[in-house]
């Protein structure tokens, strides 16, 4: 449990670091170090949830459980490889005079108050808790994402404060309706504790549940992206720094989806109906197919990307309503390699639009021309994400196919053609990106693709064969929210 | 279950509940400015007032907390925050002119019908107050959206979004005695980095577009022409 408030306190001590000392040249690679002592810190905690099983601090406000344990190490590791990434790209914008010292510290500093607040939302026992992190991962991101100051970067920026404030005001009702639900067979101070809350399930009153329900996955499926309340994300992706968007991606909307399942498990076993999975598999159908037709109208990189990631997270949604061990297994090894092929992507994303000194998809041309290791990396991440085999998504979205044809054999034509069409989608703009006519005067920039190798190489090791150790954990997680296991 | 049979604190928890809903409703025909931010700092003292009153009858320490940081900011550190605003804009002799003024009043009170619909299935679990206060509070959040929709000035959308927070503080102390101190500290802490970010948002919108008409934040496409 130390190494849950070791990994509090050094993203805490970040912030205040970044805020006082101003920014200097090193900076962004104080940012890594503090990024890679947390991913240590993460490991150790895993091991310890390894060890001794399920860890509930003393005072009961934090728990660590197999669920949120390989979540908190991913997200540790994708905002150290992030990292790893933002350190010379904010450099170089700020050679383009894109942004000033000032707006870079704001920046560093802002980066570890996101990973606070993503870490308190996955480490917290407290469902109220867990409601105030994720506003607080708004308010930290929402001055980054107008961190250029352009027009278009403050509309974007605006948009997702109402819309995300407004969305999630509405998961806050959802957790009232869920207090004043508890507070009925329990006493007040500790009747949010999820652990509480999960061993009474079944004496909650299902009808208040139920409708709580309904408010909560308004409030966090705006996070998430589904559609239709999806309409700040490709916004906010596209008009922040590119860093930004790939946290933002990678993890942001799985700690959205998290809470989600988080409250579902809990409705679930007051109501003892597949109210609550309906709902997830309605709205997570809807966003599937609505962002993969989306796909083919976009013009610019990141809003493509962006849009791909509401499609992934509308299949996630999708997989964890239908519950069931196979349903929730996949989508939870679909929520690792998601994020880790998304952010890769916009890694490279990022240098390709530097490189070609803009975002739009129709002067991005030759990538694999001027510079090979970039534009290998994009196609690379594309065939990934897109689903092909041999790469992690494969596996996850094959086992969502294989649940699906299993319980609601109807529903798979669906999924096939959406996967076909966001396909479609997204080669019709990558192949001339990457394989077009270079542009006269296009020269290579100073790029950092670590952080893209590594992500791919572990999405393809875990498409190849999933190490032992982790397909452990996946279970060990599904039989937590599904109640068994399917390996 | 006549009103009158009700003990004196419920029959004051269900006027402060109407009254809240009322000031809901004036904001959101309310096309000056000013007057938006007054009525919304006076939704704020009901909001004291209610805290207090439940802190005394229940002899609830924490809730005294609850009411002081009510009283702080939402009657005098973001109404205030937005009139110096509005008067460094020079926007107070504005009247904004609002659209279908009567359909969004009908629509305002068909919401109001709407959330006593939707929390119609908790009757039988609930007494009279808990459900009135829930559906006051729901639709106290529901007509904050509807504000944010019919009003085009950026700072009535922030009325807008910290009046659905005022009708969420009002089921959590009604409903519940208010929520556990630590999360009532944290989402206290969440508005006010909120309504600080928009002071900075003010600034840039303004600088950006030279006025803070939310219409002319339009340059953002779902599908790019």
Known sequence: ?????????????????????????????????????????????????FNQGTLLSEDKSFLVDSFNVYLIVLTAFIGFTTSIFSSPYMAHEKDLGKLTDQRLKMYYSMYQ?????????????????????????????????SLYRTPESIEAAWKYFILCGVGIAQALFGTILLYYAAVQIGDGENALLWSVLYTNADKLNPEILEIAFVFLLIGYGTKIGLVPLHNWLPDAHSEGPT???AVLSGLLLNDALYAVVRNKMLVDGATHSSMAGFLMMGFGLLSFLVAALFLHRQKDIKRLFSYSSIEHMGLMTFAFGMGGPLATFAALMHMTVHSLTKSAIF????????????????????????????????LIGTVAIAGFPPFGVFTSEFLVLLATMHSYPWLAPVLLLGIGIAFAGLFRHIQPMVYGEQPEGQLP??????????????????????????ADWFGQATTLIAGSSPL | MNIEQQDFYTQAILSMAALVGLTSFLMLGQGRLLRLIFVFALQGLLLTATTALAAYSLDNYHLYISAVLTLALKVIFIPIMLRRQVLAMNMHRDTEALKNNTAVMIGGASLMVFSYYVLHPIVQTSSVVMVNALAVSLSVVLLGM??????????????????????????????????????ELGVAFDVLVAAVLFGIFFFHIRTSIDSLDVDRLNRLHEVEK
């Open chain 1, 347 to 378: 890694v490279t994303v990022g240098h390709a639009s530097q490189l070609a000194g803009t975002q739009s998809m129709d002067k991005i041309r030759g990538l694999i021309r001027t510079q090979p290791k970039i534009g290998w990396g994009l």
């Open chain 1, 1 to 49: 449990m130390i190494a849950a408030y070791l990994l509090l306190l050094i993203s805490f001590g970040g912030i205040l670091y970044f805020a006082l000392s101003g920014h200097k040249a090193d900076t962004g690679k104080i940012n890594i170090c503090f990024n890679g002592v947390s991913l240590l810190a993460t490991i150790w905690l895993a091991i310890n949830v």
């Open chain 1, 113 to 145: 108050g996101f990973m606070l607040a993503m870490y308190l939302v996955l480490t917290t026992n407290n469902m109220g808790v867990m409601w105030v992190a994720m506003e607080g991962a708004t308010l930290a991101t929402v001055l980054l994402v």
């Open chain 1, 445 to 470: 920039v100073k790029a950092n693709l670590w952080p893209v190798i590594i992500h791919l190489a572990l999405v393809l090791w875990m498409g190849l064969a999933i190490p032992g150790f982790l």
């Open chain 2, 146 to 183: 509807l504000l944010m929709i019919s009003h085009r000035q950026a700072i009535a959308h922030v009325v807008g979004f910290m009046s659905i927070e005022n009708g969420l503080f009002f089921a959590a102390i009604v409903a519940t005695n208010g929520m556990p101190l630590v999360v």
């Open chain 1, 243 to 245: 860093p930004m968007s």
